[in-house]
């Protein structure tokens, strides 16, 4: 069992606070001022951690997403996975549009990725099976699912999509399994080649 050291408890307490908070508001209507009353910390403290609210809302996502992927191994198949991931975004769409809104696209998708990299690693493992590919290609494949499911993702939360994550999940599966298994054939085929 992991213990959480004082540092990483205030920066959860001022996280959780803040997620109450956009709640009830837009993120650039709250202050650092309402934010550290509502914590009960001065604003030295809540320096000493972050730059801004948008550092710690970007800390915030980051170990959320974090929390949920690490876990990845745990999961019988990336769709499992998947389907865990899209279905956490949706039960807290609210500080997910909000973080979509608020930080930079490229920020946002940096956090998405990094964390969907484990995801679309073991689904291009998955796809691959015994086949073997230097780990250049199948950092290429994984590299363009990441992209590819990145950007679902992103478009399947703004849209407000009526789709379930289990339809999400098994459109992507239908469209990118046959051309990923493709991919690490050609890519198969071409390394024997050489």
Known sequence: MKYLTTSELTKLHMAENLQALMLEKPINKITIKELTSRCKINRQTFYYHFCDIYDLLEWLLKNRLKSITTNIENF?????????????????????????????????????????????SKFVHEIAGDIKLSDASFERIIH????????????????????SSKEVIYDLDMIVSGMTRNAVLRYALKEEAL
Do not use: M
């Open 144 to 163: 363009f699912f990441c992209i590819t499911f990145t950007a679902l993702l992103e478009d399947w939360l703004v849209s407000d999509s009526n789709q």
């Open 76 to 120: 019988d198949s990336w769709q499992e996975a998947g389907i865990y991931l899209l279905d956490y975004l949706c039960d807290n769409r609210p500080l997910v549009l909000s973080t979509l809104n608020s930080l930079s696209r490229n920020s946002v998708h940096n956090l998405i990725h990094d964390e969907i990299f484990k995801l679309a």
